[in-house]
C-alpha cells in the first residue's frame, strides 16, 4: 500500500478526537481525574485517588498523563494534555502490529510457495503487503474505535503488548531490539495493571521459544524470563496486583460481545486458522495466536470484559492479515459491498442529523434530536465542516476507485472496513462533536450543580461515582470528600447520586441525619439517575438556583 495513504489513513483515525473534546462520563473522565488529582498535587503519586478516596489504579498511565498535565501547563487544557500521551499510545500500537506482522510474514514459513516459472513477489515486499493488512485488520476492528481513543490504562497494555509481540516476532532480525523491547514492555504491561497477562503471555512465548529451531527465536527465552522476573517485581511497588476475576455472565451475551467486537478481524482470523490449520505451531500463527486466546480467556474470567478482549487486537489482527492472500474473491467482494452500504449509510445519518441541528430539517430528526437532548444547543464549526467534508470526499473517491478496479494487492479486502471506521470516527468527532460532549461529558451537569454551591465549598459526597468526582474537581473547581463517611464531614454541602426509585429514600434517610435537601439535577440525557443537593440544618450556605 502505498506509504502516504498509509500514513493519511492512520492519522484520519488517530487524531479525531484530540483537541476540542471534554472527557466523557465513565472509565475516561475518572481515569482523566486521577491524572488531574496527581498533577494538582491533590492525590499522592503512589496512590492515585479522587475525592479523598484511593482508586486503586494502575500507576504509569497515570504518571503519563499527570506528567504531560504538568509539563504543558498552562498552555494547554488538562484534558487536551493528558489526551496526547494515549494518542501516542494509540500510534504506538498500531505500528508495532504493522511491524510484527511484517517480521512475521518474512518467516520462510510464512510465505507463498514460489511460481513454476517465477515472477513471485519478493519476500520484503510479500511481508510488507502483509503487514499493510494487519494494519488495515486493526483500525477495522469495532472494539478499538472507543476505547482506542480514551484515557484509560488499557490503552496503556494494549500498546505494551503490542510492542511485546513486535519484539518476540522480531527477535531473529533484530536480536538486541528484541531483547531491549522485552525488557521494557513485560514491565510496562503489569505497571499498567496487568501484571497476571504480563507473566501468562510472557511464559507462554517463553514456550513458543523454546520450540522453535531458529538460533535467535530460541535465544529469546532467558530474557523473557528474566522481563518476567522483573514485571512480577515491579507489580509490587506499584500495586499492580489485584484481584478482579468475576462471576461469568450468561454465556451467549458473551459470545455475541466477542463477535461485534473483533468484527471484521475476527471472522477472518477464524479463515486463517481454518486454512493453516496444519501449521498452527509455526512462529507466524502461534504468537499471535497465544495473544488473541489470552485475552479470550481474561475476558471470560473477567465477567466477559470488554477492555480485557481489547488485548486480543493485535493478535486478532495479524492473524486476519494471513487470511488475505488465500481469501476467495467471493469472500473478498461480500466484504466490500457490505462495507460500502453500511459505512455509506452511517456517513448519511451523521451528515441528515448534522442539517437537522443546524436548519432543523428533516423535521423528523430534528424531532428525534429534541427529544433525546432537549437542551441541546447546536454550534457551527466551519474547520470541523471542512474536515467532515474532506473526509467524506476521499470516501467516495476510494469507493469508486474499489468498485470500478480490480487491484492486484492482497489488502484490498480490508480497504473498505478500515477507510470507513476511520471515515464514521471522523464525522462523529467533528459533526457530532457538540451533541456527544451534551450527551456524554459530565460539564451540563457540573454547571447545573454550580448554581446550588458556593463558591470554593467543600462538598461531601460519600461513595459518588468516580466520573462525577472529577466533573467536580476539573470543571468546578470544588474539593470533594467522595470517602463512605462524608456524611459526617464538616463540609457544608452533601451530593448524593441515586436512581429515581430511591431517591426520595435516601433523601428522607439524609434529612435524618441533619441534612435539608434544596434542589434535584440530572443530566440532561439521563431520566434515570439524580443528583440530589442538601445544605445542613440551619445553614445558608448553598445557593439557591433556578433548578431548585
Not at 320 to 334: D, G, V
Request: glycine letters at 8%; hydrophobic letters at 55%.
Amino acid at each position: 500500500m502505498p506509504a502516504l495513504a498509509l500514513w493519511l489513513l492512520t492519522l484520519a483515525y488517530v487524531a479525531p478526537g484530540i483537541v476540542g473534546r471534554d472527557p466523557w462520563r465513565g472509565a475516561d473522565f475518572a481515569a482523566f481525574g486521577q491524572m488531574l488529582a496527581i498533577a494538582e498535587g491533590r492525590s499522592p503519586w503512589t496512590l492515585p485517588s479522587l475525592g479523598g478516596v484511593a482508586t486503586g489504579a494502575a500507576l504509569l498511565p497515570n504518571w503519563l498523563g499527570a506528567i504531560a498535565i504538568m509539563l504543558s501547563r498552562p498552555w494547554l487544557d488538562p484534558a487536551l494534555a493528558a489526551r496526547l500521551p494515549f494518542a501516542a499510545l494509540l500510534a504506538l500500537t498500531l505500528s508495532a502490529v504493522w511491524y510484527s506482522c511484517f517480521h512475521l510474514a518474512r518467516r520462510d514459513a510464512a510465505q507463498p510457495l514460489p511460481f513454476a516459472f517465477g515472477g513471485e513477489a519478493d519476500p520484503d515486499s510479500y511481508a510488507r503487503a502483509v503487514a499493510d493488512g494487519a494494519l488495515l485488520a486493526m483500525i477495522a476492528t469495532l472494539g478499538l474505535l472507543q476505547l482506542g481513543h480514551e484515557t484509560t490504562p488499557e490503552l496503556a497494555q494494549l500498546a505494551a503488548l503490542a510492542s511485546l509481540q513486535w519484539a518476540v516476532a522480531a527477535s531473529w532480525q533484530r536480536r538486541w531490539g528484541s531483547r531491549v523491547g522485552v525488557m521494557l514492555a513485560l514491565p510496562a504491561l503489569a505497571a499498567s495493571g496487568a501484571p497476571v497477562m504480563a507473566l501468562a503471555w510472557g511464559l507462554g512465548a517463553c514456550a513458543l521459544c523454546l520450540r522453535a529451531q531458529a538460533g535467535p527465536w530460541r535465544a529469546l527465552w532467558p530474557w523473557l524470563l528474566v522481563a518476567c522476573g522483573l514485571a512480577a517485581a515491579l507489580a509490587w511497588p506499584m500495586q499492580a496486583w489485584g484481584w478482579r476475576l468475576l462471576a461469568p455472565t450468561d454465556g451467549w451475551l458473551v459470545l455475541r460481545m466477542w463477535l461485534w467486537f473483533l468484527w471484521p478481524a475476527g471472522a477472518l482470523a477464524l479463515w486463517t486458522l481454518w486454512g493453516w490449520r496444519g501449521h498452527l505451531l509455526q512462529p507466524h500463527l502461534a504468537l499471535p495466536l497465544w495473544s488473541l486466546v489470552l485475552a479470550l480467556v481474561v475476558s471470560t474470567a473477567m465477567g466477559g470484559s470488554d477492555r480485557a478482549l481489547l488485548l486480543g487486537l493485535p493478535g486478532v489482527s495479524v492473524l486476519a492479515a494471513f487470511a488475505l492472500p488465500t481469501l476467495r474473491r467471493s469472500a473478498s467482494a461480500a466484504v466490500d459491498w457490505f462495507s460500502v452500504f453500511f459505512f455509506s449509510a452511517c456517513a448519511t445519518i451523521t451528515w441528515v442529523f448534522y442539517a437537522a441541528m443546524q436548519t432543523a430539517l428533516p423535521a423528523t430528526s430534528a424531532a428525534t434530536l429534541k427529544r433525546l437532548a432537549p437542551d441541546f444547543v447546536a454550534r457551527l464549526s466551519w474547520l470541523e465542516l471542512l474536515a467532515a467534508t474532506l473526509g467524506s470526499l476521499a470516501w467516495l473517491w476510494l469507493v469508486r476507485w474499489r468498485t470500478r478496479r480490480q487491484p492486484a494487492v492482497i489488502w484490498k479486502s480490508l480497504v473498505l472496513p478500515a477507510s470507513g471506521v476511520a471515515l464514521c470516527w471522523l464525522l462523529f468527532m467533528t459533526l457530532w462533536l457538540p451533541l456527544l460532549d451534551h450527551a456524554r461529558s459530565n460539564r451540563t451537569l457540573a454547571q447545573r450543580l454550580a448554581r446550588h454551591l458556593p463558591a470554593g465549598a467543600c462538598i461531601a459526597a460519600p461513595l459518588a461515582p468516580s466520573a462525577l468526582v472529577a466533573a467536580l474537581e476539573y470543571h468546578n473547581r470544588s474539593r470533594v470528600d467522595a470517602s463512605a463517611g462524608a456524611y459526617a464531614s464538616a463540609c457544608p454541602v452533601l451530593l448524593l447520586v441515586q436512581r429515581n426509585a430511591t431517591a426520595d429514600a435516601a433523601s428522607r434517610q439524609a434529612q435524618g441525619l441533619g441534612w435539608v435537601e434544596v434542589a434535584r439535577e440530572r443530566r440532561p440525557t439521563d431520566r434515570q439517575e439524580l443528583t440530589l443537593v442538601f445544605a445542613r440544618s440551619g445553614q445558608s450556605a448553598v445557593k439557591s438556583g433556578p433548578g431548585s
